[in-house]
């Protein structure tokens, strides 16, 4: 299979703090990849990382085999790239349709000052799209903040898909989204994997939530990948469940 993202020897450390410890796995065209560990073990500072939101301290990052260390988070975005932040990043005082709109200008580098203008290239329509797709066409009128939370974290999904999607990362999708919002996530996220062909990356504690979609994960501890599994081999690893599961 084909690696679309390849992280080699990542390493990040913040004083004296090492977040990231020499992480390095392959992200293969077409699935879908879990990151867990237990709370402070390097996984969101990864993907600041691999997004360009921080510059790492050693190790590089390959996107279809070139060379993306250091990029800039637009830099990322217009090469297709992009993520979800485990706080939400809805703007509340904007419509579904414009929170989707601006996201997707974002992604492609163009001023916000052309967000209401006539030249939207498509955006607009795409935005749409995207609103049916994650099944919003109820809401893509109202103010983003008016929105159920786990409605939220929806729309904050659907808003790092507008880029492409080549490769998403989502940080905590399903933290603090109630049982049936979940569901709609995980049955979406999947149609998007399956219809769409996107390739994500999926940081989540909600353990029934990586599981069953995922079809390989990655176990963090201390800034290090203690192993790499398909769920049902991470499940019974003695050392993840002394090292994670178990505590
Ligand atoms: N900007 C920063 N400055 C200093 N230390 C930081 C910074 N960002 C993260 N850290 C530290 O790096 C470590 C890893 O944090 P990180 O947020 O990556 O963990 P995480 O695995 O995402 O945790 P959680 O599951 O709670 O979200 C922690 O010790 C954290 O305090
Ligand atoms: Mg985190």
Redesign the pocket.
Known sequence: MKPVLQVTGLRKS??G?V?VDGVSFEVHEGEILGII??????????FNCILGQLVPSAGDIRLDGVDVTGSTPEAMNRRGVSRTF?LLQVFPELSVRENLILAGQEHRGTMLARLFGPGDAGLTAEADRMIGFFRLSHLADAKAGSLSYGQQKLLDAAMAFMAGPRLVLLD?PAGGVNLTMLADLKERLRAMNAERGATFVV?E?NMDFVMSLCSRVIV?VEGKVLMTGTPAQVRSDPAVLEAYLGN
Request: glycine share 22%; hydrophobic share 30%.
């Open positions: 913040f004083g703090v977040a560990g237990p709370n402070g073990c390097g996984k969101s500072t990864l485990q905590e940081i504690h963090m």
